[in-house]
Structure formats: C-alpha cells, structure tokens
C-alpha cells in the first residue's frame, strides 16, 4: 500500500500515552477530512506513522477510536463552560464569557467541533449520548446559576439554560462555517449581547 503524503516515518517507540496522543490526533486529521465512513484505519495507522496492528492495540476498531476522540472533546467543551461561568460573578460577563467559550470552541483544535456537531454518527446511539450529554451538562450549568439568581423554578430555569446553551452553539457553528465579515470578538459580543438582553429581564433574588 502507497503511504498518504502525510504519513510520518514508522519506527519511533513511544510510551503508551503519548502514542495514544499521537493516533488520536492522525484519527481526528481523518476524519474531519473525510468523515467517519469514509476514512480508513490505514491511512490513520499511516497518518500516525505506525502499523495497524500498533493503531489496534490501542483501538479496537474505528468506532472504539471515534468514540475516545469524541469523549476528549466533549468533555473540552463541558470544561470551557464551565471555566467561563466560574470566571466571574458578574452575571453580564458570565454570559458573554460563555458565548466565547462555545465561539472558541469551534474556531480551534483542528474543526474539532465537527466531529461534535456534524459528525456523520450523530444517529448512533453512543455518538448521540456523548453529544447529548456535553450539550445537556452545559444546559445544567448554566440552569444552576439562572435558578440561584432569579425566582425561576427549576424547571423554567432549565429551560432557560437549554435555550442560552443552543443558541451559544448554533451562532458559534454558523459564524465558523459561513466564513462571512463578522471577526469572532464582535460575534461573541452581538450574541451575548441578544442573550443578556433576554435574561436580564428576569429579576434577581435577594
């Protein structure tokens, strides 16, 4: 089999992690490329610069290694939300702090965020609940503090949550795709702003 042009040289023995490191970042490379059906575990295995037996050591096969790769960045957009909303008290700034995490979120780590949202799996049933969950842990977080600060019950303020959380992603997903005029700081800030306009309308408690 011909290598990819970007194959790395074979040979190099590395420890267990950083090896696991390295086949995930070939994976990821694959299948934001050309997406999950139509990538092969051998040109990961040659993307990564190692055998395909070394590649199922570590990965039973592409769905296992999908799976490890989504985990990771999933659980880095639950992590980013939940820095943004313990990065200050101030309930204005909270809010476009978490706007800016989700607009992070897909403007970095290699179009990671389409393996989240628009991966060609969102149907398989261990690729919905990943997505679900990151996406329903933020919504809860963001509930939390809605319920703390205002007369909402709990279940208005999760509904309130699910709504600011969808629409952080779904702009951040918009602005990163349409490749318009917006620069990404003003983009954060014309959707916080629409957000907080919203949200503030609800009285604090004491």
Not at 42 to 64: C, M, N, T, W
Not at 191 to 205: D, H, K, V
Request: charged residues 25%; contains cysteine.
């Amino acid at each position: 089999m011909t290598a990819t042009p970007d194959a790395k040289p074979r040979g190099t023995r590395l420890p267990r992690l950083a090896r696991r490191r390295q086949l995930l970042t070939a994976a990821q490379e694959v299948f934001v490329e050309n997406g999950y059906h139509a990538a092969a575990m051998d040109e990961i295995a040659d993307r990564a610069g190692v055998s395909k037996p070394v590649l199922y050591q570590h990965f039973p096969g592409k769905l296992e290694l999908y799976l490890a790769l989504l985990d990771l960045h999933v659980d880095d957009m639950v992590n980013r939300c939940r820095e943004a909303l313990d990065s200050t008290h101030e309930n204005k700034l909270r809010v476009q702090a978490t706007f800016s995490a989700f607009f992070d979120f897909v403007s970095t780590q290699g179009e990671a965020f389409r393996l989240v949202f628009e991966s060609d799996l969102r149907n398989v049933a261990p690729v919905r609940q990943l997505v679900e969950r990151s996406l329903r842990e933020c919504a809860e977080m963001v509930s939390a503090v809605i319920q703390e600060d205002t007369g909402c019950t709990s279940d208005e303020a999760h509904l309130l949550g699910v709504g600011l959380v969808g629409m952080a992603e779904v702009s951040a997903r918009y602005w990163v795709t349409a490749h318009g005029s917006i620069p990404k700081d003003a983009a954060e800030q014309l959707m916080a702003r629409l957000a907080w306009r919203g949200i503030s309308g609800f009285p604090r408690t004491a």
